[in-house]
C-alpha cells in the first residue's frame, strides 16, 4: 500500500510561484508513472503533468512552459514548481502514481494552492 503526502500549497499572487512536493511511502519498489492532477470548483479533475521513472515528461498544454514537473526515485518524490501563476491555476492539487505491477492507482489527500491578489 502506497501512502502519498503532498506539501507546499497556499496562496500566492498572480505571477508569483509554488513549489509542491510529493513522497511516497511504503511499498514503493513497483512505483511507476507519477504525476499532479488538480480540481477547480465545479469542474473535472484534469492532468497538470506526469513524469515517468525515466524522466520522460507530459504536460497540459495550459501549463507547458510555466511549470516543472521533476522526480527522485530514491527518494520516492515528485515535485511541481510552478511560475507565471494565474488566477486559472487556483485548485486542489493531487500528488498520483501508480504500482506498475499491479496497475494500482494511489492518491494524495490534496493541496490547496489560490492565485490572487
Known amino acids: 500500500q502506497v501512502q502519498l503526502v503532498e506539501s507546499g500549497g497556499g496562496l500566492v499572487q498572480p505571477g508569483g510561484s509554488l513549489r509542491l512536493s510529493c513522497t511516497g511511502s511504503g511499498g514503493t519498489f513497483n512505483i511507476g508513472a507519477m504525476g499532479w492532477y488538480r480540481q477547480a470548483p465545479g469542474k473535472q479533475r484534469e492532468l497538470v503533468a506526469t513524469?515517468?521513472?525515466?524522466?520522460?515528461?507530459n504536460y497540459a498544454q495550459s501549463v507547458k512552459g510555466r511549470f516543472t514537473i521533476s522526480r527522485d526515485n530514491a527518494k520516492n518524490t515528485v515535485d511541481l514548481q510552478m511560475n507565471s501563476l494565474i488566477p486559472e491555476d487556483t485548485a486542489i492539487y493531487y500528488c498520483h502514481t501508480e504500482d506498475a505491477f499491479t496497475g494500482s492507482d494511489y492518491w494524495g489527500q490534496g493541496t490547496q494552492v489560490t492565485v490572487s491578489s
Open positions: 513524469i515517468t521513472r525515466f524522466g520522460l515528461t
